[in-house]
């Protein structure tokens, strides 16, 4: 991994999660519908929180996850800045979430991923599941954050 990058547990405010959001590919999975009100949302109350700064404090990387600590973790966000992909930061980040959760003997992963980044998690060892159920009535409009 990058060694000027540093990954810890950290909070962080909407607006700083916005900007890193439009400097990474991950800022087009989310509906345009209340935009701001659910990323508040999100950073507030996400179990896991870590965020990858490089040494000027700048946000490059950002796992956001739900985990019981006992059994899972659903990890909702991942992602890398764009100048910053290629260097180890969302492998490292991946690997923290799972160890704070409780470790890849107790602790399965989950998430849903675009498919521009199935090699990435496939990768890490990974597996497509078919045994997903999902319940969505929501009418969302797309659209990339810039």
């Known amino acids: 991994m990058n060694k000027d990058v540093e990954i ?4 962080v405010s ?13 800022g ?11 990323i508040s ?4 109350n996400v179990t896991i929180s870590l965020i990858a700064r ?33 260097q180890g930061i969302g492998t490292e980040l991946m690997k923290t979430a799972h160890s704070i ?3 890849e003997k ?13 090699p990435f998690y496939e990768k890490l060892g990974m597996k497509k599941a078919d045994d997903v159920m999902q319940y969505n009535n929501i009418k969302w409009t ?3 954050v810039q």
Not at 58 to 86: C, M, N, P, Q
Not at 106 to 118: F, Q, R, S, T
């Open 41 to 44: 949302k999100l950073v507030d």
């Open 106 to 118: 107790d602790i399965a992963v989950y998430l849903i991923a675009n498919e521009n980044a199935i």
């Open 8 to 11: 810890k547990e950290e909070r």
């Open 54 to 86: 490089n040494k000027s404090g700048l946000i490059v990387g950002a796992l956001f996850g739900l985990t019981d600590y006992v059994y899972w973790l659903y990890v909702t966000d991942l992602g890398v800045a764009r100048a910053y992909e290629g």
């Open 14 to 26: 909407a607006e700083e999660y916005i900007d890193f959001l439009k400097r990474t590919n991950l």
């Open 142 to 144: 797309e659209f990339t």
């Open 28 to 38: 087009s999975q989310y509906p345009k519908e209340r935009f701001e009100q659910r």
């Open 101 to 103: 959760a409780g470790g």
